[in-house]
């Protein structure tokens, strides 16, 4: 296993002094980071993957500068669909639109896999005002049943230390509020307690512009943290796209085509803004997010049919 890696180093390395562009190369990072992503494969899958990528390597050596971007992802496309592009070909910009009809967005959007931005995307919910640190921490530890047993709840510590939401919700004061001199911390969960669910969702609705036959997937996810984190390039491995409300603070988005569409598509980065929805197949677009200078960034989301 040493040896398969220390030539992938090399072959990356090759390919980095030829002409290839370095974006290119970048991507590969995502192979790797693959085993601790979010939504995204198993463990167990995710190591096959790593394992199938280092040995299509060794089989055929690198010839081409095709190669280089098609055989890692051949690995990946057992577990993903090849992508044809029609969901990032023409797109010139992530669109910010407001008042948009169900019809409207069923046709631009959800159809096309376009990302988009809805300004007013969560007017009129409460959870804009009533959801932090303490809000949440109050919740979780009043209801019945712990979280962290069930192996459906995922938890995403990213650069954290903590193991769990509990964990998350025995930090200091302090450090939950962010003040000078405490450690940086982002994080993100799937709820997935029921009497939680039932609480939250008492606070935020079906974002108004989802179409009437959009199923509304009882599974939400949470991110929450503060300025300099993020979340690092990914692409997701669920079953549908994803809204994701921003309640609080604001966090810049960085979308990148698939692999294969690379030549043909754009990158985009976007920023989203308090009381903004982002709307998003991240099974298909790779994505990073950054939040931004400022308050807590509080989001809230769930995948739609
Ligand atoms: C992209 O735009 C070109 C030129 O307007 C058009 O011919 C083509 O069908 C479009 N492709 C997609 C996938 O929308
Ligand atoms: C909670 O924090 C205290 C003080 O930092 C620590 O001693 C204790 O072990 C923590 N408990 C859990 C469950 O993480
Ligand atoms: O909101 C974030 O910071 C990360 C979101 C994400 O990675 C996802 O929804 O897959």
Not at 19 to 32: C, T
Not at 190 to 215: H, I
Not at 289 to 299: C, F, R, Y
């Amino acid at each position: 296993m040493q040896k398969a890696e220390r030539r992938l180093q090399a072959i990356l390395k090759r390919a980095e002094s030829s002409d290839i562009k370095q974006e290119i190369i970048s991507e590969l990072e995502i192979v790797k980071k693959l085993c601790n992503n979010r939504k995204t494969y198993k463990k167990r899958s995710c190591i096959l993957i790593a394992i199938l990528s280092i040995l299509i390597y060794l089989l055929y050596p690198l010839k081409t500068d095709e190669c280089l971007l098609e055989i890692p992802f051949e690995a990946s496309k057992i577990f993903r669909q090849p992508e044809d592009c029609s969901i990032c070909i023409n797109v010139t910009r992530v669109d910010r639109v407001s008042r948009i009809s169900q019809d409207d967005f069923d046709q631009m959007y959800a159809k096309t896999g376009r990302p988009v931005v809805v300004t007013d995307g969560t007017k009129g919910w409460e959870a804009v005002d009533l959801f932090d640190f303490e809000f949440f921490k109050e919740l979780y530890t009043s209801v019945a049943g712990n979280q962290d047993d069930r192996s459906e709840c995922q938890f995403f510590p990213y650069k954290t230390e903590f193991n769990s939401l509990t964990e998350v919700f025995n930090m200091s004061i302090e450090r939950s509020r962010l003040e000078p001199g405490t450690k940086h911390w982002y994080i993100g969960w799937s709820n997935c307690n029921d009497d939680a669910g039932k609480v939250l969702r008492q606070f935020y609705r079906e974002p108004y512009f989802l179409p009437k036959t959009s199923e509304n997937m009882a599974l939400n996810w949470i991110f929450m943290g503060g300025p300099g984190s993020g979340a690092h390039m990914h692409v997701d491995d669920v079953r549908y796209p994803s809204w994701q409300a921003q309640l609080k603070g604001r966090k810049t988005w960085y979308l990148a085509p698939p692999p294969e569409c690379l030549y043909k598509c754009h990158r985009f980065e976007v920023t989203v803004e308090p009381g903004e929805i982002i709307v998003v197949d991240t099974n298909r677009w790779y994505h990073q997010t950054h939040i931004l200078p400022g308050s807590i960034s509080i989001t809230i989301g769930s995948e739609f049919d």
